[in-house]
């Protein structure tokens, strides 16, 4: 059962540098996710998709950019790091979105921008 | 805009001595209220959905309630094993997303 999978598990950056975090799922779950969580915090939203070629953006969704080619596939580019973005990114999954639904999360990918 | 606070940000307890953490919540139109488990260095999991006032869920130790403006988790005679950190959320009239509160950090001592 692999669920939801990110890659890379960790990754410094340096500032300026672009970065695509990668996020598959098998589970044929039509609405996935981006969120951030920075330490002692909740998750916040970055992006989400409800489908193949449909995306929309969160709550904190400036300095990066997302694309759903595929219902598996949901990558997260960031363009030209920044301290700021320094945290841990969550990719997660569900059915017909959150209302009644779970939301399954991935093991997180934790970005350092130096 | 949807919010959620939780209390305390820590509790430190006791093998065996029970305890209750709460969500209070701010939403137009309350579509699911959400409780997940999260360990250190991993995923957020799926514990509890609530969906409308004076619904209760269950599951081992761990029993959630769900008021107009607020959720609590209580915990029966904790074990070490439930430390973690306990995240709850909403989703609202909006749709599609969940807003989290910033969590509860639950160390339960032996």
């Known amino acids: 059962n692999a669920g939801v999978t990110q890659t890379p598990k960790f990754r410094i950056l340096k500032i300026g540098q672009s970065m695509t975090l990668q996020c598959t799922q098998d589970m044929n779950h039509n609405y996935m996710y981006w969120y951030r969580q920075d330490p002692g915090m909740g998750l916040k939203l970055i992006y989400y998709s409800v489908g193949a070629g449909i995306t929309d953006k969160g709550e904190v969704p400036n300095g990066y950019n997302v694309s759903r080619s595929t219902t598996e596939d949901f990558p997260l580019r960031l363009e030209l790091a920044a301290p700021s973005q320094t945290s841990v990114y969550f990719c997660?999954?569900?059915?017909?979105?959150?209302?009644?639904?779970?939301?399954?999360f991935g093991e997180g990918s934790w970005l350092t921008v130096v | 805009e949807d919010q959620v606070t939780q209390s305390p940000e820590a509790l430190r307890l006791q093998e065996g001595e029970s305890s209750s953490l709460n969500c209070s919540y701010t939403v137009s139109g309350l579509r699911g209220l959400f409780w997940y488990r999260q360990d250190p260095g991993k995923g957020p999991e799926f514990l509890f959905t609530l969906y409308s006032a004076g619904e209760e869920k269950e599951k081992e130790r761990l029993k959630a309630t769900l008021t107009k403006k607020e959720s609590f988790l209580h915990i029966t005679a904790p074990k070490p094993e439930d430390s973690a950190t306990y995240l709850c959320?909403?989703?609202?009239?909006?749709?599609?997303?969940?807003?989290f509160g910033g969590g509860t950090r639950v160390l339960v001592k032996p």
């Open positions: 997660a999954s569900s059915w017909e979105g959150a209302s009644g639904n779970t939301i399954y």
């Open positions: 959320a909403v989703n609202g009239a909006a749709g599609n997303k969940l807003t």
